[in-house]
């Protein structure tokens, strides 16, 4: 009696599908629908949360009453209290006339929250206020109100998670989670990924006129092997791209992998972490002090080997291959060509090219690379002036292209300007 059931929802509600964590996922939809016990649904994005909502809603009592579905990610912090929960006239600038929220609009009925985890802090304590005492307040106002609203959350984030990071309320994700359904992700759904297939395939070919297409076995094993990250909606699209552009019907192996995309690496900047663990990441800024503390900590060291090299051992390449990655990112002068410093004007000489080449002439080369070296200021200050100078340059001294560049304010840039006593 149960698998009938569980078709009959499958039916209405147009879910394909047999995999046995998706029937499961269906069967305490139809479990709890009766109740008014508050629905937490957890899911990745795009895997069909959603459509559980919808369950719940039309096998409940509720059933003649309205269903609201929110994106609590789409609507700015600003106004989610005032589209939730209503607003009195004049209570913010722009609040002409008095309104009413969701929660006062669907009186008797259900609001489906989705992306729960995106909902402001305030406003978690509105809601679990609403939740526990079935109370509100305009924004504005200081009138309590009553509601009787079922409540059905989903989310594609770990909660737990972001409860530890202070980003969600702990109360209000034990209110929630009740009653928890877990909708499983198309990878582990199997053969009813070829399922959805076949029958957006037969979707398309009716919208678009055409013959529906086909898959090779070998197709078909690839399509259920791939992971499928964005889910039914990327299965969907996929589809959908396949029946417009492709003349052949069948599809085989080497077609249908021009459509699954390869595992890409991300072209973002890294981020790194401080610690692991923490919250915090580096800033660009940070990178920048980091990457100039190593160049001085190089120096110090080529300083301290040039000594060596100096006062001990001049010809013995011991020391050169015990400090080999001191030299990794240089490159060797060829036919006495110098190596140029950014705070020099006069050229220098590499001394172990001179050493190797030329005996006699090795201490006077010496003795003027570690006069110079003593001179070059490596403190930060001159480094991040050094940056700022040719930020500038590069994009004819506008600020706020510089800025962007360095990775800091434009107001930060024009302290620094006054700092280092620099006419942009």
């Known amino acids: 009696m149960l698998n009938i059931d569980i078709q009959s929802i499958k039916q209405r509600f147009g879910i394909i599908g047999n995999s046995p964590l998706l029937n499961y996922a269906i069967q305490v939809a139809a479990q709890v629908a009766p109740t008014d016990m508050t629905v937490l649904i957890t899911g990745e994005s795009g895997s069909g949360k959603e459509s559980f909502s919808k369950i719940i809603h039309q096998l409940s009592p509720r059933k003649h009453g309205q269903f609201i579905a929110i994106n609590c990610g789409a609507i700015p912090e600003g106004t989610i209290d005032s589209e939730l929960f209503g607003h009195e006239k004049g209570s913010f600038t722009g609040a002409t006339d008095t309104r009413k929220g969701y929660f006062e609009v669907t009186d008797g009925g259900t609001i489906f929250l989705d992306e729960i985890a995106e909902m402001p802090l305030g406003t978690q304590a509105r809601l679990l206020r609403v939740l526990e005492n079935g109370e509100f307040i305009k924004v504005g106002s200081s009138k309590v109100q009553k509601t009787d609203v079922r409540v059905v959350a989903a989310t594609n984030v770990n909660l737990i998670h972001a409860v530890e990071k202070g980003r969600f309320r702990e109360d209000l994700y034990y209110r929630l989670n009740t009653v928890p359904i877990t909708v499983p992700p198309l990878r582990e759904r199997g053969e ?24 090779t076995p070998e197709a078909v094993q690839e399509l259920i092997n791939f992971r499928f990250p964005g889910n039914i909606r990327q299965l969907k699209n996929i589809v959908e791209q396949i029946s417009v552009l492709e003349y052949d019907r069948e599809i085989d192996l080497l077609k249908l992998r021009q459509y699954l995309p390869r595992e890409q690496s991300s072209s973002l900047p890294a981020v790194l972490a401080k ?34 090299l100096i006062t001990h051992q001049p010809n013995d390449h011991e020391l050169l291959k015990e400090h080999g990655h001191l030299f990794e990112n240089i490159e060797h002068a060829s036919n006495g060509r110098p190596y140029k410093s950014s705070e020099q004007s006069e050229p220098y000489y ?39 100078l040719k930020a500038l340059k590069k994009h004819n001294n506008k600020r706020k292209y510089a800025a962007n560049d360095l990775g800091i304010s434009e107001r930060t840039l024009y302290r620094k300007l006054k700092q280092y006593d620099i006419e942009d």
């Open 192 to 215: 009813d990924i070829y399922l959805l297939f076949r029958k957006f395939a037969s979707d398309f070919a009716e919208k678009y006129r055409v013959k529906s297409i086909t898959l």
């Open 275 to 308: 610690e692991s663990g923490a919250e915090h990441s580096y800033s660009e800024r940070d990178l920048l002090y980091k990457v100039l503390f190593d160049m001085r900590r190089d120096v110090s060291e080529l300083k301290k080997l040039v000594f060596e």
């Open 350 to 388: 590499l001394p172990v090219k001179q050493a190797a080449d030329d005996d006699d002439d090795y201490e006077e080369k010496v003795e003027d690379i570690s006069h110079e070296t003593e001179e070059e200021s490596l403190s930060l200050e001159t480094k991040e002036k050094e940056m700022i």
